[in-house]
């Protein structure tokens, strides 16, 4: 399924720059936020693998897993832009992005709950 293949490579991606943001962090002085940025990336990135697994295997309902995959994609991206954006131009991606983001990733994981109750047996 091509939306399945979309996710992937946005995961491969988060994935990708999750590691560079933590790079940046451990060497970079007053570099906190990316800490953060890179986790959020890192764990959303797996998370976006998991639920196509799950998707895949049958075991989510197939509508509301991938728009909950496709939260967890755009939620990670405001959250991590958000704060890679303070970091190094000082100011944000507009006003309240990574507190959306976070909310967004959060909706993405009830609605990964939702999948499961609902997914045919």
């Keep these: 399924m091509a939306a399945h293949r979309l996710l992937i490579g946005l995961a491969g ?3 990708a720059a999750g590691v ?3 790079a940046a962090s451990a060497h970079g002085a007053y570099a906190s936020r990316l800490a953060s940025a890179s986790a959020m ?3 959303h990135a797996s998370a976006i693998l ?3 697994a799950l998707l895949t ?3 989510l309902h197939g509508g509301i897993g991938i728009v909950a995959t496709f939260g967890f994609a755009i939620g990670a991206a405001l959250f991590a832009g958000d704060l890679t954006l303070r970091q190094y131009a000082g100011h944000a991606l507009f006003p309240m992005a990574a507190p959306t983001g976070g ?19």
Excluded: C, E, H, Q
């Excluded at 909310?103 to 047996?121: D, E, F, G, H």
């Design 57 to 59: 295997r049958g075991l």
């Design 41 to 43: 990336l890192l764990f």
């Design 13 to 15: 991606l988060m994935g």
């Design 103 to 121: 909310m967004v990733m959060i909706a993405s994981w009830l609605a990964v709950s939702v999948a499961a109750v609902v997914a045919k047996r």
């Design 50 to 52: 998991a639920t196509i």
């Design 20 to 22: 560079a943001l933590a």
